[in-house]
């Protein structure tokens, strides 16, 4: 064994001999456990920390959208759509206005409108055609010597005093307005073409685009040109496309009891403040005139021929 080789084992049988003294030493074990651990940590976070680091630049590197600092997001079909203008929305603005409509609840049902039913009766009863003549009679409204079909029912008091008139059924306020034949009136859409009419009314509580709920107050029953015999009363209707239906018929039942209504019956409807032309029953009454009941002049002893001699 040369030098070089004698110095090389007395170096490592030193180092050998202070691992020893160390390895005796009771802070040595701990010391080196937190050592290694404080290592394993350091490698771990830096190795979570160029993960992320590498999935940011990925998707970079592979967002060919982003330009100028400006990240497109979406599928290609909608970033085609936003660059030709089109966003993708084709609704009709005026079905968003009519699907903003309160949807009635599903089991919500028409009531009379007034707050208790035990205290009005009906003094103006629908017209019905298929009703008996005298039912038909009773449900006519005389008004400037002419006598119209009533469109729904009329209610009052019997001690003959104003009460208030409430919403048969939630919806939205779509009139509130003076008419100077109806007196104040109010329509209420509950569904798309269906609507409550109330007329004759006072002192109104609400306005149009008003959202109510049944049994809100709308005013109080008041009078009317139109139909001077009820008194103090109050008008109401449901229609549905136009075409009044009997209220009486559809009381406790909801909007799908109400039946279909044709285009031509639509059509043939008026508005519900208005009044058909009466020279137009004047005209169908004279047409149905019986001929007998009709003057002779030959039967005239004043024009015949042989008195006259």
Known sequence: MNNHDEKQASKWGRMQAKMKRLAKKRWMLP???????????TTFLWMTSTTDLTDEQRDSEFDIENIGGHQEQGSPEELA??????????????????????????????ELPVM??????????FHDYEASVEEQETALVRYNNYFYQNKGIDLAKEDGEAFDVTASMSGTIVKAE???LFGQVVHVEHDEDILSIYQSLNELKVEVGQTVKQGDVLGEAGRNLYNQDAGIHTHFEIRKDGVPVNPIDFV?????ALPNVSAEEADEQLEPESLPDPEEDTEDSENDEDPADKEDPKEDPEKDPELDS
């Open 31 to 41: 010391a080196l456990y937190l050592g290694l651990s404080a290592v394993v940590l």
């Open 81 to 110: 759509d936003e660059n030709t203008g089109n966003t993708g929305n084709t609704e009709d603005p005026q079905a968003e206005e009519e699907e903003a409509v309160p949807v009635v609840a599903q089991d919500e049902v028409f």
């Open 116 to 125: 208790d039913e035990n205290e009005v009766a009906v003094v103006g009863t």
């Open 178 to 180: 003076e008419d100077a």
């Open 252 to 256: 406790d039942q909801g909007i799908s």
